[in-house]
């Protein structure tokens, strides 16, 4: 055979190959697209899954009614199911929805309180194991899941949406699903989980956050402990401090744009020690005083007040993280761990023991960047203004 004949044939066999086309294709009028998961133990120890299901009505610009359970003209619908598992009630679920559920568009996971408190590793095995779940998943705890999956979204697709960018305007990055687990098996096998909790039937709202050891509840935060792990964490983003000056006649508002957080640990004749250096960016973004910041002792004397809170909110939040609760969410395990790998090894079956002994300096510094498009408190007569 020539090479001439030879060409024919190989345009025989590969055409068919290029009719095969997309063969896991799956069409959009047969799925059931998850927006939100929610777990939570039952009364009788089973477990109840809540998904909250993009209305397919509402897919091409429907309308904006209210959610509800199985049917209706809202965004979502909120549907429920309990079983054995999470495997074995999204079964029976599955049994009970038209189209098949498709996770790929999950953004959120909302364990409940009462699974928490018992243990939610089996939980995150399933959803790191589940082919489709998106890792990235944002994790939130809730006591009433099915509430949070359940409001209402005027301004978003869904309330998953809505969640997730309140989050993303509260904290530099949310807990998702792969850093949940990682922190589990990690070295202290403690997470911060944010807590929400829905407000009426259209608003949710971030109540602090609670604290993991071994994937069982260990406590709560309220808000204002949050923002001290946060700085902690190097997760601060976008906060507003209130300060009071010594020598204003009111209050002052600034904002932070920027934090960076280092710490040293150091082990010295058996004492373990932490320095934590807290580095703040602020802007300022109200001056109640009567004095201009064109004076730059004035500036200085409100970088000190910002120096002066933040450093009390970061001891009142180690008094609770560090000798309340034992629980080591700032990093000190892994800080130490890579500075030094011998000492580390031989704590580390003990370090809820040891973390509440660490030694902690904290050391604060605050620079203004910005003062505003005023050095002058705006509104004030010239002659009453502080310049010296």
Request: a positive charge.
């Amino acid at each position: 055979m020539t090479r001439k004949g030879i060409r024919p044939i190989h345009c025989l066999i590969l055409l068919p190959l290029l009719l095969v086309g997309c063969w896991d294709r799956q069409e959009l009028n047969h799925l059931a697209i998850i927006s939100a998961l929610g777990i939570e133990q039952a009364q009788d120890g089973k477990i109840t899954v809540f998904i909250q299901e993009i209305n397919p009505r509402t897919l091409k610009g429907g309308g904006m009614g209210a959610t509800s359970e199985g049917g209706g003209g809202g965004k979502t619908l909120l549907r429920s199911e309990t079983g054995e598992t999470v495997a074995d009630a999204l079964f029976r679920l599955q049994k009970k929805v038209g189209r098949r559920l498709f996770w790929g568009h999950t953004m959120l996971v909302v364990f409940g309180e009462r699974i928490t408190r018992q243990g939610i590793q089996p939980q995150i095995d399933f959803l790191m194991r589940h082919p489709q779940i998106r890792l990235r998943a944002n994790v939130f705890i809730s006591d009433d899941p099915g509430a949070v999956l359940g409001i209402q979204a005027p301004a978003e697709s869904t309330a998953a949406r809505t969640i997730r960018n309140m989050v993303d305007l509260w904290r530099r990055k949310a807990m998702d699903i792969n850093q949940l687990a990682q922190m589990m098996a990690g070295d202290t096998q403690s997470a911060i989980i944010p807590y929400i909790q829905p407000v009426g039937k259209t608003i949710t709202y971030i109540h602090g956050s609670v604290i993991l050891k071994k994937g069982k509840w260990a406590g709560k935060l309220n808000q204002e402990i949050t923002e001290g792990v946060l700085w902690h964490r190097n997760e601060m983003k976008n906060g507003v401090i209130s300060l009071k000056i010594p020598e204003g006649r009111r209050d002052m508002g600034i904002r932070v744009v920027n934090s960076q957080v280092n710490m040293i640990p150091k082990i010295e004749q058996g004492e373990w020690r932490m320095t934590v250096q807290i580095h703040a960016e602020d802007d300022i973004e109200v001056n109640e005083t009567d004095l201009s910041m064109r004076n730059p002792r004035f500036v200085r004397m409100v970088e000190k007040a910002a120096e002066k809170e933040i450093y009390t909110l970061a001891k009142k939040m180690l008094q609770k993280v560090q000798h309340d609760l034992k629980a080591d969410i700032l990093g000190f395990a892994e800080t130490f761990h890579r500075r030094y790998p011998r000492e580390w090894e031989q704590v580390k079956d003990r370090w809820d023991q040891v973390f509440p002994r660490v030694k902690v300096k904290v050391q604060v510094k605050v620079d203004v960047e910005r003062v505003g498009m005023t050095n002058w408190p705006a509104g004030l007569p010239m002659e009453k203004v502080k310049k010296k």
